[in-house]
């Protein structure tokens, strides 16, 4: 009952948040916590790091961009086909990908994007360098006018929750035992008589499919599609907020996205803005020298320790 | 105009020789990252920021100390090798018993704050360095122009890792880290010292992607992003190649740059796309890699 109080508690924070910051702000840390959630599946839960999310991510933004400019479709539905054609782009880079397995499954993935970065880079349809600029955010099913910054961000927080859920059902269900297994001990599981890849491939693209919801809110929120989204350095930021947070926690994404979309902001606006690149850098190697738990981990083992 | 069938043969073989640079340089990335691999069973994903390093420490030299390219030519991918040698010692032996992936992550980071510190100070718009004065002619075949320049870089290329490919394959040092790849433990009874045999073949590696980036400075402009881009193909060319040989990784390297070249003339507009849809049809045909031994 604990973690369920601690669900209610959260719930009613991330309710009255926009009333004391600013909307935009929060419906752009909900997108990257959901993409980080969705990372968090593969690396988290199968034991895949996958170093080639961004495409998914940007592949979302794409299209429901281009439906919100060029087709008239109301935004739920833009988001919908943001995120089914991300699905179907990660049910066929996993097809590729999980056939590899440890550092080149990392190595294939970030292969891959970088086709995708390329295909964007040079497809008419996605503006190039300049990316879809003003798209519009629209009126939801064709009722709730969303450039009010508050229907757009209880809009986001729904789609959160709903992607938060779907990862929170997919592991605790006995496919997400299966993924554990294999996480723990491949040879075994397949001992067993599972089919390791296709264990694999589903849960890549569930994850594509999320991450793609992700980049798909994301263009909505902030009217913008772009190249940033699809970038290798788009990649290693989803990886960073899932390390610093917590791999393999359900909440640590979340956290760890918090924590780097607020430094980036904080930073972005100062003097240290140029550091930015350096400063991830050097939580990187922090992270990984001497805190590979990641803040939800460590505070887990604190709590374990002192009251479980 | 030569022409052969319809094809324009100068275009044609101009292309072709940047294909041979670009592979040149695929090929030393690539042997650098299957040395690495070899003993350390990690990716060194900061292989791309010691090559930027490498071309940045050559017009450093050059800018402060005087230091000629030639002279250049040995001392950065030593200094570079330094650099690896610390880096292995005290950031990548620490989490050596943990999951590989956080080496890998490691070097990431690391490759982050190096391409940040050199955008910090330099910018991103790259810096140029004079072709040393040696080579500055050409000469004139009978298909095409051939720059000195350029064909130094091939000749070096192919002797480099001709000559590492012969330390590996043929000599007492290259043995042991031979043995070294298949059973450390056993090499450590024999009274060998293990960790010191990795963190200098981790220096090895990273030396040359340092000596890559002295060759690299004289045609691509230096700035801190050249090493990023061109190591995702690298890394695209270690899944074609596999990383079962030493061998293999330098014909790959090579191979691919050829292809891109081709590519380059016949069809433009998949230049930078083509080494990874090779990547998807090998993954298609042959997931191990075309000279690899293992999934």
């Known amino acids: 009952m604990k973690i369920n109080k601690f669900y209610v508690v959260m719930l009613l924070l991330a309710l009255v948040a926009p009333f004391f910051l600013y909307p935009v702000f929060l419906a752009k840390l909900l997108c990257f916590a959901l993409f980080a959630c969705a990372f968090n599946l593969m690396l988290g839960y199968v034991g895949l790091l996958s170093f080639g999310h961004a495409a998914f991510l940007g592949t979302g933004g794409y299209i429901t961009g281009w439906l919100m400019m060029n087709s008239g479709i109301t935004p739920e539905l833009a988001i919908l086909l943001g995120t089914v054609v991300s699905g179907a782009l990660g049910a066929l880079y996993g097809k590729l990908s999980v056939k590899r397995e440890g550092i080149y499954f990392a190595m294939v993935t970030l292969a891959l994007s970088q086709l995708v970065f390329f295909i964007y880079l040079q497809a008419p349809f996605t503006g190039g360098e300049d990316g879809m600029q003003g798209v519009p955010r629209g009126h939801l099913l064709g009722l709730i006018d969303l450039s009010d910054n508050m229907n757009m961000y209880y809009f986001v927080l729904a789609i959160f929750l709903f992607g938060f859920w779907l990862i929170h059902r997919t592991i605790h269900s006995p496919f997400g035992q299966v993924l554990k297994a294999i996480r723990e001990n491949e040879p075994r599981a397949t001992s ?18 999320l991450a793609g919801l992700a980049g798909s809110t994301k263009t909505l929120v902030f009217q913008l599609a772009s190249l940033t989204d699809v970038h290798w350095h788009m990649s290693g930021e989803v990886v960073l907020m ?13 956290v760890g996205a918090g924590v780097i979309v607020t430094m980036q902001n904080y930073l972005s606006g100062g003097e240290l803005g140029n550091y930015i690149h350096i400063i991830m850098g050097f939580i990187f190697v922090v992270c990984v020298l001497a805190f590979r738990s990641g803040i939800v ?6 709590w374990k320790r002192n009251f479980g | 105009m030569v022409t052969f069938l319809g094809i324009n043969l100068f275009g044609l073989f101009g292309q072709l020789l940047v294909g041979l640079i670009n592979g040149s340089f695929y090929a030393l990335l690539s042997l650098g990252l299957a040395i690495i691999f070899g003993l350390l069973k990690i990716i060194n994903f900061a292989q791309g920021a010691m090559y930027m390093l490498g071309a940045f420490a050559a017009w450093l030299a050059l800018q402060y100390m005087g230091i000629n390219y030639w002279a250049a030519l040995i001392i950065v991918p030593l200094a570079v090798g330094l650099v690896g ?13 943990e999951d590989h992936l956080y080496s890998l992550l490691l070097t990431f980071g690391f490759a982050l704050m ?7 100070m330099y910018g991103s718009s790259g810096l140029s360095y004079s072709i040393p004065e040696a080579l500055r002619g050409g000469t004139k075949l009978p298909f095409m122009y051939l720059p000195d320049y350029r064909a130094w870089i091939i000749c070096a290329s192919v002797v480099v890792c001709g000559l ?15 043995a070294g790849t298949e059973n450390p433990q056993l090499m450590q009874a024999f009274g060998i010292n293990v960790p010191l045999i990795v963190t200098l073949t981790f220096g090895f590696g990273v030396g040359l992607a340092g000596l ?39 014909l790959t390297g090579l191979g691919m740059g050829v292809i891109e070249g081709l590519t380059k003339y016949f069809y433009p507009e998949a230049s930078n796309t083509v080494i990874f849809l090779v990547m998807v049809i090998v993954l298609l045909l042959k997931p191990a890699g075309l000279f690899g031994k293992e999934a």
Request: glycine share 14%; hydrophobic share 50%; charged share 10%.
């Open chain 1, 192 to 209: 067993l008589g599972y089919n390791v890849n296709d264990y694999k491939w589903v849960a890549f693209t569930i994850s594509a499919a």
């Open chain 1, 242 to 254: 899932t390390l610093v947070g917590g791999v393999g926690t359900i909440f640590g994404p979340v």
């Open chain 1, 297 to 302: 981990g460590e505070f887990q083992k604190v």
């Open chain 2, 85 to 97: 040698v610390l880096m292995e010692r005290f950031l990548i032996r620490p989490i050596a018993n």
């Open chain 2, 114 to 120: 190096l391409q940040g510190i050199f955008t910090h």
């Open chain 2, 164 to 178: 590492t490919w012969w330390m590996i394959e043929k000599t007492k040092l290259g043995a042991y880290l031979r």
């Open chain 2, 212 to 250: 890559a980036g002295v060759m690299a400075a004289p045609i691509y402009s230096v700035s801190p992003d050249m090493g990023s881009n061109l190591l995702i193909v690298v890394f695209a060319i270690v899944v074609i190649g596999g990383m079962g040989s030493i061998g293999g990784a330098i």
